[in-house]
């Protein structure tokens, strides 16, 4: 019997139940099977900042499981979790590594349960397709850009700025006010000043 079980529940426009509703629905599961509920996080519709992130309820969610307290989450729907597929394969293996069980009463789907092919079985391949896809697009980007000679890396510095430097170099200013005055970074600078006398840099 699972003893520490966590519910979570979100809101939005194109859920058909309300965060008291998930809640009733998943508290009556949770009751029949004798899931004791020691957790509850939601997440509303809020408005937040740019770069803030919405969903608290689901963070403060994963830094429980992480922590290792709880042995089940129940969730109405697994589209309740995550804001992409990405998302959700994220979730799913924080809860395979801590070795949480994860419910979706819609799908009526319980990782503990499962024969076969595992939820955790499918989000493990999803997360390998996920990070082979990443991997495949970087790849394929470098060969065009290869392709059409373009290369990686900062831009060199041009011509008449590297003179200029030397210029100021040989005048005896400091990197620094030289870096500001040519438009470039002082380790260019640096750079720049070691090029003119290599002899300084051995030992």
Not at 33 to 54: A, C, E, P, Y
Request: hydrophobic share 40%.
């Amino acid at each position: 019997m699972t003893n520490r079980t966590a519910i979570y529940a979100r809101t939005s426009p194109d859920c058909p139940l309300s965060l008291k509703e998930q809640l009733a629905c998943l508290k009556c599961v949770a009751a029949e099977r004798g899931w004791t509920v020691g957790h509850i996080f939601t997440d509303s519709l809020t408005t937040v900042r740019k770069g803030q992130n919405r969903r608290l309820g689901e963070q403060a969610l994963l830094d429980t499981i992480k922590s290792r307290v709880i042995d089940k989450v129940l969730v109405w729907s697994i589209d309740r979790i995550g804001k992409s597929l990405v998302d959700l394969v994220e979730f799913m293996e924080t809860c395979r590594s801590a070795d949480v069980a994860v419910y979706l009463d819609q799908e009526r789907i319980d990782s503990a349960e499962t024969n076969g092919l595992s939820l955790f079985d499918l989000s493990a391949m999803m997360a390998l397709h996920l990070r082979q896809s990443r991997r495949s697009r970087i790849l394929r980007g470098q060969a065009a850009a290869r392709a059409l000679s373009i290369k990686f890396g900062r831009p060199p510095i041009s011509l008449p700025k590297v003179e200029r430097a030397k210029q100021f170099l040989a005048a005896g200013k400091g990197v620094r006010e030289i870096a500001r005055i040519a438009g470039i970074s002082p380790a260019s600078v640096s750079r720049i000043k070691t090029s003119m006398n290599p002899e300084a840099t051995r030992i």
